[in-house]
C-alpha cells in the first residue's frame, strides 16, 4: 500500500509541473498579444529597453503637431503654380501631335528592319579514314610550301604480279622532276613604280570655297547660329493632322475597347438628334507601307470600327443609322456625326 500510494503522489507532481510550465507558456503569449499594435519583437524590443535603462527605456515623445488642428486641405498650396497659359497648352498638345503622326507614317514608310541570316561557317574538308588508307593501300602526303618533296619509297610488291617478277624503277623519272624544281626560277612580284605629281606653283592654287554660308545679319540682344541660312530637309508630305470626331481608345493591336469610356460614348450620342447617322472610323496599326501590312492595318480598324458598332447599339443606335469606315494607320477608332 506504502507502494502505490508513493507511486500515486508521483504522478501528481509530474501532472503539476506540467501543468505550470503549460499555464507560463500562456501567460507569455498573452503578454506578447496584449498589445495589439506591437508585435512579439516589438514587446521583446521593449523588454530589452527596460532592462537597459537610461534614455532608451522612457516613452517617446509624439510626433510634432500630433495633436494640432487638421490644416485646410483646399488652402494648400497658398500660391498659383507657374503655368503656361491655355492658348500655350494647346499648342504644344497640336505640336506634339504633330510630331507623334509624322514618326509613326515615317517608321511606317521605313518598315521593320530586316532579318539577316547568319554568317555560314565554313566546313572542313573530310580527312580520309585510316581504314580506307589502309583498304586501297595508298596514302597522300601534303608538303609545306618551300620544301622539297618527299621521294614516294618503291613498292616491294605488286598484286596480280608473279613472285619471281621484278619490281618497276622510278629512279629516273624522280630525277628528271628534282631537277626541274631546282632549275625553275622563283616566283617574283613585279617592281613598284612610284608616280610623283607635278608641283603646283603658288599662283595655280584653285579658290576653294568656304563650307560655311555667309554671315547671318546680327541683331541686338540675340545670338544666331552660324547656320541659320542652310534650309531644313524637305519633309515627306504627310498628313499630320488627327481625323475629326471622339477618340475611342483601344488595347494595343487588339479591338478590346478600353475601359472608362462611357462619357465619350454619351457626349456623342447627346449630339445626335432623331434619326441621324452616326460615322465610325477604326484605325489599324500598319508596321510599313507593303500590301500586306497594310491590309492586315485595315482589317484591325474594321474589327475596331465594328466593336464601337456594337457599343452604340447597346445604347439604343439602330444598326441602320451607323456607317463604318477603316483606315491602316492611326489611334483607336473615332465617333463623329459628320462622314469622312
Keep these: 500500500m506504502k507502494t502505490n500510494e508513493a507511486t500515486v503522489g508521483s504522478v501528481e507532481i509530474m501532472v503539476g509541473k506540467k501543468m505550470l510550465r503549460t499555464g507560463a507558456a500562456l501567460a ?67 505640336k506634339l501631335t504633330l510630331q507623334r503622326n ?110 560655311l554660308p555667309p554671315s547671318a545679319p546680327q541683331f541686338p540682344g540675340f545670338d544666331i547660329p552660324r547656320d541659320a541660312d542652310l534650309p531644313d530637309r524637305p519633309a515627306p508630305a504627310y498628313d499630320l493632322s488627327n481625323p475629326h470626331g471622339t477618340l475611342i481608345r483601344f488595347a494595343q493591336a487588339s479591338d478590346q475597347m478600353m475601359r472608362g469610356q462611357e462619357h465619350e460614348l454619351g457626349s456623342v450620342l447627346r449630339r445626335r438628334g432623331g434619326h441621324a447617322l452616326v460615322y465610325v472610323k477604326g484605325f489599324g496599326e500598319a508596321s510599313s507601307l507593303r500590301p500586306m501590312d497594310q491590309a492586315s492595318g485595315i482589317r484591325l480598324g474594321l474589327l475596331r470600327a465594328r466593336t464601337v458598332a456594337e457599343a452604340l447599339m447597346l445604347r439604343g443606335v439602330p444598326g441602320s443609322d451607323i456607317r463604318l469606315a477603316a483606315g491602316a494607320l492611326g489611334q483607336g477608332a473615332r465617333i463623329d456625326l459628320t462622314p469622312y
Design 28 to 94: 507569455g503569449l498573452l503578454g506578447l498579444s496584449a498589445c495589439a499594435h506591437r508585435d512579439a519583437v516589438d514587446t521583446v524590443g521593449n523588454w530589452w529597453h527596460q532592462y537597459q535603462g537610461g534614455v532608451i527605456a522612457q516613452q517617446r515623445p509624439p510626433p510634432p503637431g500630433a495633436h494640432a488642428t487638421y490644416p485646410h486641405v483646399g488652402l494648400t498650396p497658398t500660391q498659383p503654380a507657374d503655368v503656361p497659359s491655355a492658348p500655350a497648352r494647346t499648342a504644344l498638345t497640336d
Design 102 to 211: 509624322f514618326g509613326q507614317r515615317l517608321a511606317a514608310a521605313d518598315g521593320p528592319l530586316p532579318n539577316l541570316p547568319p554568317n555560314p561557317t565554313p566546313r572542313k574538308p573530310a580527312m580520309p579514314s585510316a581504314s580506307a588508307q589502309s583498304d586501297s593501300g595508298s596514302s597522300m602526303t601534303v608538303d609545306a610550301a618551300g620544301q622539297m618533296p618527299s621521294a614516294p619509297t618503291p613498292p616491294t610488291n605488286v598484286k596480280g604480279a608473279p613472285d619471281g617478277a621484278k619490281p618497276v624503277s622510278t629512279a629516273p623519272a624522280q630525277k628528271k622532276n628534282a631537277d626541274k624544281s631546282r632549275t625553275a626560277p622563283a616566283a617574283s612580284m613585279p617592281a613598284v613604280t612610284q608616280f610623283a605629281p607635278p608641283p603646283i606653283l603658288p599662283g595655280q592654287v584653285p579658290q576653294m570655297m568656304s563650307p
